[in-house]
């Protein structure tokens, strides 16, 4: 019990095992992260993949998300991720504009392609410290990174390492090594919501098909037939443009759900948006089940063990790319891919989404924004990579997410190679690997 006016306890000082030492501690095992540990490894270094649940893929496998955006100008990792999908079945087929992937199948193409690069990937660790030292350069003191400690089963472990990346999503360690960085809208402070999936079976793909993403003709045609069947049985949903995802055989996934105002760091608004999300989810779907033949032989297989989170905090790197610099479709003496997606802000107001008033033209994404500007030793990959609000809400998808991973991976590996800083790589050693 807390005593009245105490607001702390003091912790023991403690010595922590050093685990391992490592040229590349790769933190988060997401898409990014994955994209990240695998061109590291590939570039000559020796990396550990650190990672808090028991599967690679983060949103896109833990949290069903089953689409990938803005994939059709990228090659590389994205590549042999979908060929490998492909081969196991799942229906991804560019051609025909059909993004979808079977989750299974992606954490098992993700595991291979990892192994086979020679990364050690270490599941069920949750990064919770860095390993910090001061550099004076140049008359100014700086931090360094210098490694992680995590907490497991296995307790509580030191790993060293030449560089960290942080690829967690929302920036966990770049903010544990006391990096600054920015969270939603800069004047609202609101943050997009996040969404629980589910993924069901028994239905017809051919019954379902008006409603599914994966054949429509007119952009927004699948979600406006699926919002229109929960009106019809008066079902309510939190996100007025439902997307339902045919993904292989007669398996769907699904997402009705918006859940507003949750911040990335706070686990007990999460905890409370994850149960309300799953109970929306259950009673929409078995109520729609009861009501409507079509959805009567709908089984449901499971909803998202994790939320998804859309936005969570933007670490201060060594460029922001701006709204300006997406509207203008700036290009990059050092752009590491081309962003031609259109700014998506999944809105608070009618729970649908908006532009925010930005219309894109295709800019690039350069790589000092994937440089830590705080401390030395941290590479960024992901969604957390540094930009502001309407920026994020662009590149935040799937082509660019790997994109990022794989620059950060091989800009690492060439830190470690030739001993300089992350800033003092020149851009074309970066672009002839990526
Ligand atoms: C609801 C929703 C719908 C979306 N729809 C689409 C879509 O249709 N198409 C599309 O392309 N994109 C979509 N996106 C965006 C896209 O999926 C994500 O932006 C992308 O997955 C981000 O990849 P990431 O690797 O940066 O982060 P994440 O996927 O979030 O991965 C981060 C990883 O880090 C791990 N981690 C976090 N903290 C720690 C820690 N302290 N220690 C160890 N591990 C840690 C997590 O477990 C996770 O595995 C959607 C996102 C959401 C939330």
Redesign the pocket.
């Known amino acids: 019990m807390k005593s009245e006016g105490q607001i702390y306890i003091e912790e023991a000082v403690r010595k922590t095992s050093i685990e391992g030492k490592y040229d590349v501690i790769v933190?988060?095992?997401?898409?990014?992260?994955v994209a990240a540990a695998v061109k590291a490894s590939r570039n000559g270094a020796e990396v550990l993949l650190?990672?808090?649940?028991g599967s690679l893929g983060?949103?896109?496998t833990?949290?069903l998300?089953t689409?990938?955006?803005?994939i059709d100008n990228k090659t590389g990792i994205l590549e042999e991720l979908v060929f490998g999908v492909r081969s196991m079945g799942s229906l991804y087929d560019r051609q025909n504009k059909d993004y979808s992937f079977g989750t299974e199948d992606m954490k098992y193409v993700m595991e291979q392609i990892v192994v086979r690069a020679g990364v050690t990937v270490c599941y069920h660790?949750?990064?919770v410290d860095v390993v910090l030292e001061t550099i004076r350069q140049s008359g100014k003191d700086k931090p360094t990174v210098k490694g992680v400690i995590t907490e497991s089963k296995s307790g509580r472990k030191a790993f060293l390492a030449h560089i960290v990346v942080d690829?967690?999503?929302?920036g966990?360690?770049a903010v544990l090594a006391g990096c600054g960085f920015d969270v939603g809208e800069a004047e609202t402070q609101i943050v997009q919501p996040?969404?629980m999936?589910a993924l069901i079976c028994g239905l017809s793909p051919k019954e379902v098909r008006p409603w599914c993403l994966n054949y429509e003709s007119i952009p927004g045609e699948a979600q406006q037939n699926f919002r229109e069947l929960f009106e019809r049985y008066k079902i309510p949903i939190s996100y007025t443009m439902p997307v339902l995802i045919h993904l292989k055989g007669d398996l769907f996934s699904v997402?009705i759900n918006h859940m507003y105002n949750v911040p990335c760091d706070d686990v007990c608004k999460i905890t409370e948006a994850t149960i309300s999300a799953r109970r929306e989810i259950l009673e929409a779907l078995r109520k729609l089940a009861v009501e409507d033949k079509y959805w009567s032989r709908m089984i449901i297989v499971e909803t998202s063990n994790t939320i998804?989170?859309?936005e969570g905090r933007r670490i201060h790197g060594n460029y922001m790319i701006t709204r300006q610099d997406i509207i203008s479709g700036k290009h990059f003496e050092d752009g590491i891919c081309e962003v031609t997606f259109n700014v998506d802000i999944h809105d608070a107001e009618n729970g649908a989404w908006s532009d925010g008033g930005v219309s894109v033209r295709p800019y690039q994404i350069p790589l000092r924004s994937l440089i830590a500007s705080d401390v030395y030793g941290m590479a960024l990959a992901?969604?957390?990579i540094c930009g502001d609000f309407y920026a994020h809400a662009s590149y935040?998808?799937?082509g660019n997410?790997l994109k990022t991973g794989e620059a950060a991976g091989v800009l690492a590996a060439l830190a470690v190679r030739t001993g300089r800083e992350l800033d003092q790589i020149p851009f074309v050693e970066v672009q002839k690997r990526i």
């Open positions: 933190c988060g095992g997401g898409p990014a992260g650190l990672e808090k649940e983060g949103t896109w833990n949290s998300v689409w990938l955006m803005d660790t949750l990064v690829a967690t999503g929302d966990d360690v996040m969404s999936q997402s998804g989170v859309r992901g969604r957390l935040r998808v799937g997410v």
